[in-house]
Protein backbone atom coordinates (compact mmCIF):
# COMPACT_ATOMS: atom_id res chain seq x y z
CA UNK A 1 0.00 0.00 0.00
CA UNK A 2 2.91 2.47 1.20
CA UNK A 3 4.54 1.64 -2.57
CA UNK A 4 0.86 2.74 -4.42
CA UNK A 5 0.44 6.01 -2.53
CA UNK A 6 4.28 6.66 -3.50
CA UNK A 7 3.20 5.80 -6.75
CA UNK A 8 0.36 8.05 -6.88
CA UNK A 9 2.15 11.34 -4.87
CA UNK A 10 4.93 11.12 -7.29
CA UNK A 11 2.55 11.01 -10.62
CA UNK A 12 0.78 13.78 -9.07
CA UNK A 13 3.00 16.35 -8.61
CA UNK A 14 4.50 14.97 -12.05
CA UNK A 15 0.92 15.43 -13.42
CA UNK A 16 1.66 19.36 -12.29
CA UNK A 17 5.10 19.87 -14.56
CA UNK A 18 3.49 17.47 -17.41
CA UNK A 19 3.22 20.84 -20.11
CA UNK A 20 2.70 19.06 -23.27
CA UNK A 21 1.58 16.02 -22.00
CA UNK A 22 2.87 13.38 -19.40
CA UNK A 23 5.27 11.73 -22.32
CA UNK A 24 6.66 15.60 -21.11
CA UNK A 25 8.00 14.41 -17.79
CA UNK A 26 8.88 10.90 -18.89
CA UNK A 27 12.68 11.45 -17.59
CA UNK A 28 11.43 11.50 -14.52
CA UNK A 29 9.14 8.48 -14.65
CA UNK A 30 12.14 6.49 -15.56
CA UNK A 31 14.50 8.05 -13.19
CA UNK A 32 12.00 6.72 -10.11
CA UNK A 33 10.26 3.79 -11.50
CA UNK A 34 13.62 2.24 -12.96
CA UNK A 35 16.54 3.65 -11.05
CA UNK A 36 15.33 4.94 -7.28
CA UNK A 37 12.29 2.54 -7.08
CA UNK A 38 13.50 -0.41 -9.25
CA UNK A 39 10.06 -1.58 -10.06
CA UNK A 40 10.91 -1.57 -13.81
CA UNK A 41 13.91 -2.56 -15.99
CA UNK A 42 14.83 -0.43 -19.05
CA UNK A 43 13.47 -2.75 -21.76
CA UNK A 44 10.04 -2.80 -19.57
CA UNK A 45 9.89 0.89 -19.50
CA UNK A 46 10.78 1.64 -23.29
CA UNK A 47 8.45 -1.20 -24.01
CA UNK A 48 5.91 0.86 -22.04
CA UNK A 49 5.96 3.61 -24.14
CA UNK A 50 5.85 2.12 -27.50
CA UNK A 51 3.08 -0.03 -26.60
CA UNK A 52 0.69 2.73 -25.07
CA UNK A 53 1.94 5.08 -28.51
CA UNK A 54 1.48 2.26 -30.92
CA UNK A 55 -2.24 1.55 -29.52
CA UNK A 56 -5.30 3.56 -30.28
CA UNK A 57 -6.36 5.74 -27.56
CA UNK A 58 -4.30 8.54 -25.73
CA UNK A 59 -1.18 9.06 -25.63
CA UNK A 60 -1.20 9.34 -21.59
CA UNK A 61 -1.84 5.03 -21.55
CA UNK A 62 2.10 4.87 -21.56
CA UNK A 63 1.74 5.77 -17.77
CA UNK A 64 -1.31 3.28 -17.00
CA UNK A 65 0.90 0.31 -18.73
CA UNK A 66 4.13 1.30 -16.82
CA UNK A 67 2.06 1.19 -13.54
CA UNK A 68 0.58 -1.77 -14.34
CA UNK A 69 3.69 -3.59 -14.92
CA UNK A 70 5.29 -2.09 -11.62
CA UNK A 71 2.64 -2.77 -9.39
CA UNK A 72 -0.71 -4.38 -11.16
CA UNK A 73 -3.90 -3.17 -11.55
CA UNK A 74 -3.30 -0.91 -8.12
CA UNK A 75 -0.39 0.90 -9.59
CA UNK A 76 -1.98 1.10 -12.98
CA UNK A 77 -4.74 2.80 -11.07
CA UNK A 78 -2.25 5.09 -8.96
CA UNK A 79 -0.28 6.25 -11.57
CA UNK A 80 -3.52 7.17 -13.82
CA UNK A 81 -5.10 8.49 -11.08
CA UNK A 82 -2.32 10.41 -9.91
CA UNK A 83 -1.30 11.93 -13.60
CA UNK A 84 -4.81 12.95 -14.36
CA UNK A 85 -6.51 14.20 -11.36
CA UNK A 86 -4.77 17.59 -10.82
CA UNK A 87 -5.42 18.31 -14.74
CA UNK A 88 -8.62 17.32 -15.00
CA UNK A 89 -9.55 19.29 -12.09
CA UNK A 90 -8.07 22.15 -12.93
CA UNK A 91 -10.06 22.06 -16.05
CA UNK A 92 -13.53 21.32 -14.62
CA UNK A 93 -12.66 24.87 -12.39
CA UNK A 94 -11.74 26.87 -14.87
CA UNK A 95 -14.34 25.87 -17.27
CA UNK A 96 -17.23 26.24 -14.45
CA UNK A 97 -15.48 29.91 -13.69
CA UNK A 98 -15.17 31.13 -16.91
CA UNK A 99 -19.02 29.52 -17.86
CA UNK A 100 -20.32 31.64 -14.79
CA UNK A 101 -18.41 34.70 -15.80
CA UNK A 102 -19.52 34.12 -19.47
CA UNK A 103 -21.25 38.10 -19.08
CA UNK A 104 -17.63 39.49 -18.32
CA UNK A 105 -15.93 40.94 -21.39
CA UNK A 106 -12.39 39.61 -19.91
CA UNK A 107 -13.64 36.00 -20.31
CA UNK A 108 -15.92 36.86 -24.01
CA UNK A 109 -12.49 38.63 -25.22
CA UNK A 110 -10.62 35.73 -24.49
CA UNK A 111 -12.57 33.05 -25.95
CA UNK A 112 -12.95 35.09 -28.78
CA UNK A 113 -9.04 35.33 -29.01
CA UNK A 114 -8.68 31.76 -28.69
CA UNK A 115 -11.11 30.78 -31.31
CA UNK A 116 -8.79 31.50 -34.41
CA UNK A 117 -5.83 29.87 -32.26
CA UNK A 118 -7.77 26.96 -31.90
CA UNK A 119 -8.45 26.93 -35.59
CA UNK A 120 -4.92 27.60 -36.79
CA UNK A 121 -3.76 25.14 -34.54
CA UNK A 122 -5.85 21.83 -35.98
CA UNK A 123 -5.48 23.10 -39.16
CA UNK A 124 -1.95 22.91 -38.72
CA UNK A 125 -2.30 19.59 -37.33
CA UNK A 126 -4.68 18.69 -40.28
CA UNK A 127 -1.49 19.98 -42.47
CA UNK A 128 0.91 17.84 -41.06
CA UNK A 129 -1.75 14.54 -40.94
CA UNK A 130 -1.73 14.73 -44.82
CA UNK A 131 1.98 15.00 -44.91
CA UNK A 132 2.33 18.66 -45.79
CA UNK A 133 -0.12 18.49 -48.86
CA UNK A 134 2.53 15.95 -50.98
CA UNK A 135 -0.51 14.00 -51.39
CA UNK A 136 -3.54 16.07 -53.53
CA UNK A 137 -6.37 13.05 -52.71
CA UNK A 138 -5.84 13.36 -49.00
CA UNK A 139 -5.76 16.95 -49.15
CA UNK A 140 -9.01 17.15 -50.73
CA UNK A 141 -10.51 14.53 -48.24
CA UNK A 142 -9.44 16.33 -45.44
CA UNK A 143 -11.10 19.39 -46.94
CA UNK A 144 -14.50 17.22 -47.39
CA UNK A 145 -14.77 15.72 -44.46
CA UNK A 146 -14.04 19.00 -42.42
CA UNK A 147 -16.77 20.86 -44.48
CA UNK A 148 -19.06 17.89 -43.75
CA UNK A 149 -18.53 18.23 -39.90
CA UNK A 150 -18.89 21.99 -40.32
CA UNK A 151 -21.77 22.10 -42.76
CA UNK A 152 -23.89 19.16 -41.97
CA UNK A 153 -25.09 16.57 -39.49
CA UNK A 154 -23.15 13.89 -40.81
CA UNK A 155 -20.85 11.87 -38.10
CA UNK A 156 -17.44 12.67 -37.10
CA UNK A 157 -17.19 9.00 -37.18
CA UNK A 158 -19.00 8.14 -40.33
CA UNK A 159 -16.13 10.11 -42.04
CA UNK A 160 -13.18 8.74 -40.15
CA UNK A 161 -14.91 4.92 -40.80
CA UNK A 162 -15.15 6.31 -44.52
CA UNK A 163 -11.28 7.25 -44.36
CA UNK A 164 -10.44 4.23 -43.26
CA UNK A 165 -12.12 2.44 -46.46
CA UNK A 166 -10.76 4.26 -48.45
CA UNK A 167 -7.55 3.90 -47.27
CA UNK A 168 -8.40 -0.12 -47.41
CA UNK A 169 -8.98 -0.27 -51.03
CA UNK A 170 -5.87 1.83 -51.68
CA UNK A 171 -7.80 4.86 -52.93
CA UNK A 172 -5.65 6.96 -51.10
Not at 34 to 46: G, H, K
Not at 106 to 113: M, Q, S
Not at 125 to 137: H, K, S, V, Y
Not at 142 to 167: E, F, K, Q, S
Request: charged share 5%; aromatic share 6%.
Amino acid sequence: MDALLSLFAHFLVLSLLAIGGAITVAPDMHRVLVEQLLLLTDAQFNASIAIAQASPGPNVLFVAVMGYQAAGLGGAAATMLGIMLPSTTLALVVARWSHARAHLLAVRAFKAGMAPIVIALMFATAWILIGGGGNPRLALLALVCALLVWRTRVHLLALIVLGAVLGAMGAL
